[in-house]
């Protein structure tokens, strides 16, 4: 995928982070420190569905390897099913390696999705209703 066509802004997401629509598949940027966070959300349509596997692509600007760990206000944490697993290649361009993470979010909720690695970390929050 290229940065053709430019997503645009369909609104607000949960606590801040727009999710990006308008190019092949919907796209977060995250807040981070030290870093550039790019999350490819791999679903048909936003928010995210409880219950189901979502498979998401990130990209992070930073050293080290990735670690990620997905939770809602309360505790609760998300299944990851798989990854994160590095790429080595790929057509999406945004800065940074690239990895890919499977999860299941099991209720309703204003998910935080946190990412860091040994120079860097940022996060997400995605809507899944």
């Known amino acids: 995928m290229s940065a053709s066509p430019r997503p645009t802004a369909t609104g607000v997401g949960c606590n801040g982070t727009p999710v990006l629509e308008g190019g092949p598949l919907p796209e977060v940027r995250g807040t981070a420190r030290d870093a550039e966070l790019w999350g ?15 498979k998401i692509v990130w990209r992070m600007t930073g ?20 990854g994160p697993e590095e790429h080595s290649g ?10 890919g993470t499977g999860f299941v979010f099991p209720k309703a909720g204003c998910w935080k999705i946190e990412l860091s690695r040994e120079r860097g970390a940022g996060h997400v929050w995605l809507p899944v209703r």
Do not use: I, M
């Not at 791999?42 to 569905?49: E, I, Y």
């Not at 390897?65 to 939770?71: D, E, K, N, Q, S």
């Not at 790929?90 to 990895?99: N, Y």
């Open 40 to 54: 490819l959300l791999f679903v048909d349509a936003t928010p995210l569905k409880p219950g189901k596997e979502v």
């Open 63 to 82: 050293e080290g390897p990735l670690r990620v760990r997905a939770a809602l206000p309360d505790g609760t944490t998300a299944e990851q099913k798989w």
């Open 90 to 99: 790929s057509t999406w361009r945004r800065p940074g390696q690239e990895w």
